[in-house]
């Protein structure tokens, strides 16, 4: 089962078998992630914002957002 690490209910994207056991540091990719990550996010459970990256063509990745401490603390109602 592949999860990310909230207890939210969509953060459980699915179970799925694989050729060979993974291992730290393997890397995984789940089409389609983007769109909920960026409409659920929040700093449920303590749990830091992801950043928000572009990976161009060539392969060059463009960080554009990182969220911090004092992103949380101006979200505070």
């Known amino acids: 089962m592949i999860c990310g690490k909230s207890c ?17 540091g393997d890397r995984l990719s789940i089409q389609d992630v983007a769109g ?7 700093w449920f459970n303590g749990v830091q ?13 463009e960080l554009v957002k990182e969220f911090s401490f004092d992103d949380f603390v101006h979200s505070l109602s």
């Not at 939210?8 to 730290?24: S, Y």
């Not at 909920?36 to 929040?42: E, G, I, L, P």
């Not at 914002?49 to 990745?61: K, L, N, T, Y």
């Open 8 to 24: 939210l209910a969509g953060d459980i994207f699915g179970e799925f078998n694989f050729d060979h056991e993974l291992k730290a």
């Open 36 to 42: 909920y990550t960026m409409v659920k996010k929040n």
């Open 49 to 61: 914002m992801p950043a928000i990256a572009v990976r161009h063509e060539d392969g060059r990745v």
